[in-house]
Structure formats: structure tokens, C-alpha cells
């Protein structure tokens, strides 16, 4: 069984940074895309970034892509957003999502949640002064 991990939310203060992690688990994630989602009270949920492990291609939302970075540690089964000059408008709960890069026949695909398979519960990340 394929089980997220999302950690590393919390508060902060306008332009300040944070890095989210997702540990990865049941099962091996050689052959994986994982990606980045959030979704902010009211809206709905929203593309953020993600990475092919295998290739490893980056795909990011192109309103993000200044300021969000997607990277992996393969040894550890994580992925990390890393995110900067952070603003109210970013305050959301992320999650991360995993499944087979098969499922995702362009890059563009990767950004689709819906092709997602397994997902994290989440992390709050609030942006407030």
C-alpha cells in the first residue's frame, strides 16, 4: 500500500520561504511521477509542480515556477517543494500525489490530478503578517 507523508507547512510571514517534503512508502518509486497540488478554502484544487523520478523531468504551473522548486531524493523516497517569496495568495493546504509514469503519456499530464492515483492528506501552509 502506497502511503504520502506531506510535512514542513505551517506559518509564515509574507516573502519568507518554507520547504515541504513527502515521504514516499509501500512500495519501490523508480518509475514514478510526483507532484505538488494545493487547494486554498473555497477554490479548487490547483497544479503546483511536479517530477518525473525517472527521467528526472521538472513540469511546474507557470504562475509558480519563479518562486517553486521540485527536487527528490531517490534514496529516501521524498520529494521537496521548495518555496520562496511566499504570499497570502499561497496559503493552502499542499498535497503530494504518486503513480506510475505510465499513467502520464506527456509532461503536460503530469499537472492533471486526476491521473493521480495515491495521495498525501495534506499540509497547511498559511501566509500572514
Known amino acids: 500500500q502506497v502511503q504520502l507523508v506531506e510535512s514542513g507547512g505551517g506559518l509564515v510571514q509574507p516573502g519568507g520561504s518554507l520547504r515541504l517534503s513527502c515521504a514516499a512508502s509501500?512500495?519501490?518509486?523508480?518509475?514514478?511521477?510526483m507532484g505538488w497540488f494545493r487547494q486554498a478554502p473555497g477554490k479548487e484544487r490547483e497544479f503546483v509542480a511536479a517530477?518525473?523520478?525517472?527521467?528526472?523531468?521538472?513540469y511546474y504551473a507557470d504562475s509558480l515556477k519563479e518562486r517553486f522548486t521540485i527536487s527528490r531524493d531517490s534514496a529516501k523516497n521524498t520529494v521537496f517543494l521548495q518555496m520562496s517569496s511566499l504570499k497570502p495568495e499561497d496559503t493552502a493546504i499542499y498535497y503530494c500525489a504518486t503513480d506510475h509514469y505510465e499513467r502520464f503519456g506527456t509532461k503536460q499530464a503530469m499537472g492533471v490530478g486526476g491521473l493521480y492515483r495515491f495521495w498525501g492528506q495534506g499540509t497547511q501552509v498559511t501566509v500572514s503578517s
Open positions: 517530477i518525473n523520478w525517472r527521467m528526472i523531468t521538472t
Open positions: 509501500g512500495r519501490t518509486f523508480a518509475g514514478d511521477v
